[in-house]
């Protein structure tokens, strides 16, 4: 099983929609984020969770709404998003700490229409 | 201002050669971590390289090397032997501040070409 895994690989939903992006570490890590890549712009921290406590959320539109249910699981829920939003998702884990490596799963490339 | 600079959106070189992707950062903390990250096509973000603001020498990993030039706030990422599989995305990043601060700044990245 590789490192970081995420599901869907891609998603197309309409405003009104309610979907769900999973992650899931197999790493032995304790800490999970979510990051946010649009076109031109350099990576966003949305959330960080650390022994599954949120510890940071980066000003994000209550329209996403993370989970984090163990060290092991990540989930980003998603309701009535704007085309706007329109980017890739990804997930990272790590051990925590400021010398360690985050290491990151392949992304969810997700149209909102 | 950016915490993270990368001046060269795109940069070609020819396989075999070596490469210097440059970065540059800002920040007043003294203990800071500077990562390199490689995005091929399929989106997924890889690690390469990591030099702490501590070290005494500078990182290496196999054909990556960083240049850390502490004075200059620079840490560029130098690719020798550049194989055709090298093309992408690189970004780089950095770490500020005491253990329990996880937050990464990205660059906006450079994409290198290489050509046979």
């Known amino acids: 099983e590789t490192g970081v895994t995420q599901t869907p690989r891609h998603l197309v939903m309409g405003m009104t929609n309610k979907k769900s992006l999973k992650c899931e570490q197999h790493?032995?890590?304790?800490?999970m984020y979510w990051y946010k890549q649009s076109a031109k712009k350099p990576l966003e921290l949305m959330f960080v969770y650390s022994l599954e406590e949120r510890v940071e959320n980066n000003s994000v539109p209550s329209r996403f709404s993370p989970e984090c249910p163990n060290s092991s699981h990540l989930f980003l829920h998603l309701h009535t998003l704007q085309p706007e939003d329109s980017a890739l998702y990804l997930c990272?884990?790590?051990?925590?700490?400021?010398?360690?490596?985050?290491?990151f799963g392949p992304g969810t490339r997700l149209l909102v229409l | 201002a950016q915490k993270i600079t990368q001046t060269q959106p795109g940069m070609f070189v020819q396989e075999k050669e070596a490469v210097t992707l440059d970065c540059t950062y800002d920040t007043s903390d003294p203990s800071y971590g500077l990562f390199w990250y490689k995005q091929p096509s399929s989106g997924e973000m890889i690690f390469l390289i990591y030099?702490?603001?501590?070290?005494?020498q500078n990182a290496t990993e196999g054909r990556y090397s960083l240049n850390f030039q502490k004075a200059r706030k620079s840490a560029n990422l130098v690719i020798s032997a550049s194989q055709l599989g090298d093309s992408a995305m690189y970004f780089c990043a950095m770490r500020e501040g005491s253990y329990n601060t996880d937050k990464l700044i990205f660059g906006t990245g450079t994409r290198l070409q290489v050509f046979p």
């Open positions: 030099q702490g603001s501590y070290d005494q």
């Open positions: 990272a884990s790590s051990h925590g700490g400021s010398r360690e490596t985050q290491y």
């Open positions: 790493l032995g890590h304790n800490a």
